[in-house]
């Protein structure tokens, strides 16, 4: 992997001797079960952390009191000491965009006040029931739709590697969180790319699983096709996959195979299928290119055949996207009253929501069609699995954008080209409801990671995690821990 670093003075972690060190998730758990850290010293730590870095991070929305989480009495927080959930007592965020009893909600716009509300939505209750501790709420783009944490109203997160470079979108607040030694994992949700692109910028591991493979948020339940799913980023493999399988004790799909532990690499070699360029007509960068080559030769090396073949859909699929994209836009600027806050105030929407809601009106009349093909180009390229195990890309046709270059207050017709150039691997997972995983490959000379995607079959997040575990140890990444 390239060593590169930022400069000294570039690069932001809160990594320091304390019960969170230098540990993930899982490690923290079995402390916790042999008592050598409480519940109370990992939250006490992360608050701290969280504390030191936000000023200039500007990952987080709302952040809980110590008050909120402690009494005079015994903790309030639990433990895995005496609960049989796993990370019961792990320190987390939510993405502010699913709602925490209690906690603020402002999906990232200034189109409304951030609203309280008196329950939990129904994946915050899957994610508390495991037992994790929610220290607050992590930063997003204007509903998630852009590819950069730069809200047009508030300060832009800052990537932890780099702070003069994006931290990625929509969940890119938690893995800013994340990367910086924050807290060892935080929620994000994907519905083009919003775990994988902030994973893949900021170093980290990013599940999108199978669609339904977790509880669906009430948004995710009412869409035409559901392009969303739930999940975390994390620093190791290990940690995002103990925590896909812990969250299944609390709900499982039936309709899904089991998801079982996966604690290694898989042993079966498999057939490969590598794209290094996507369907939207712009050429990927060098350092990107050369990162998931650098992945397939590596793989290739390990037995695995891997062979070159073209994006698996036609380039309208792109056109498709970006149309539904507009339609959820749409959406949030005309049910905006209704469906957020009697206080919702579409004037205020940034420049991006307002040209993706103007570019869907002028072609509302193509919906049908749009939606139906949409659902074939799903079918098309699952069909690709007939051929090959997994898919190997980019998850970003370009290395992460220094701040600014994807910011909302630019013309639409700009930032709409350059996303387009940007984030177009990712987003047909997500149509397919196909599982998809970001991992980390190479760093660019400014020091900032760049991710691949590795993509499987409906349900089969096993073998994903199992080559996520194989070039983990294959090709080792870097932490700002190491920086310390």
Request: proline residues 6%.
């Amino acid at each position: 992997m390239n060593s590169n670093a930022a400069p000294n003075n570039l690069y932001l972690h809160a990594f320091k001797d304390d019960a969170l060190g230098k540990d993930d998730a899982v490690a923290l758990a079995e402390k916790l079960k042999r008592q050598d850290v409480s519940a109370d010293m990992l939250a006490t730590s992360a608050l701290d952390r969280a504390n030191l870095i936000n000023p200039q991070l500007s990952a987080i929305t709302y952040l809980a009191k110590a008050e909120q989480l402690f009494s005079k009495k015994p903790s309030q927080i639990t433990s895995n000491q005496n609960n049989e959930r796993f990370f019961a007592g792990i320190p987390s965020f939510l993405k502010d965009n699913i709602n925490y009893k209690n906690m603020p909600t402002g999906f990232g716009t200034n189109a409304f006040p951030p609203k309280v509300h008196n329950k939990n939505s129904p994946y915050t209750k899957q994610f508390t029931d495991m037992g994790i501790c929610v220290l607050g709420k992590s930063s997003l783009p204007e509903f998630g739709f852009n590819a950069t944490t730069e809200p047009a109203h508030t300060a832009a997160t800052k990537n932890p590697w780099n702070i003069n470079f994006s931290s990625g979108a929509s969940s890119g607040g938690s893995a800013a969180l994340v990367a910086a030694g924050v807290v060892p994992f935080a929620h994000g949700n994907d519905g083009g790319g919003s775990i994988r692109i902030p994973a893949a910028c900021c170093g980290l591991v990013g599940l999108k699983p199978s669609r339904g493979r977790h509880i669906n948020e009430y948004v995710a339940r009412s869409l035409p096709v559901n392009i969303v799913s739930e999940g975390i980023v994390s620093r190791s493999v290990r940690d995002t996959a103990y925590y896909h399988f812990e969250a299944q004790k609390i709900y499982q799909n039936p309709k899904l195979p089991t998801l079982p532990l996966v604690i290694n690499a898989g042993k079966k070699r498999l057939r490969i299928g590598v794209f290094t360029e996507s369907i939207t007509g712009y050429s990927t960068d060098k350092a990107t290119r050369e990162a998931c080559l650098n992945t397939a030769d590596i793989l290739a090396k390990a037995g695995h055949q891997v062979e070159e073949m073209r994006f698996p859909v036609s380039a309208q699929f792109a056109d498709d996207f970006s149309m539904y994209w507009g339609m959820l836009a749409f959406m949030v600027k005309t049910t905006g009253k209704l469906s957020l806050s009697k206080h919702f105030d579409k004037r205020k929407l940034d420049a991006l929501t307002i040209g993706l809601a103007k570019y869907y009106r002028k072609n509302m009349h193509k919906t049908p069609f749009m939606l139906a093909r949409l659902k074939r180009h799903g079918q098309k390229y699952q069909e690709a699995f007939k051929t090959y195990d997994l898919y190997l890309s980019p998850v970003l046709s370009q290395s992460p954008r220094p701040l600014g270059e994807l910011n909302p207050s630019q013309s639409f017709d700009s930032l709409f080209d350059r996303l387009m150039r940007y984030a177009s691997f990712t987003p047909m997972a997500n149509v397919a409801g196909t599982p998809a995983i970001a991992i980390p490959a190479g760093q660019t000379s400014e020091g900032v990671p760049i991710g691949v995607q590795l993509a499987g079959r409906y349900g089969d997040e096993k073998t994903l995690l199992e080559v996520a575990y194989e070039l983990e140890a294959l090709q080792p990444w870097p932490s700002l821990y190491d920086k310390s």
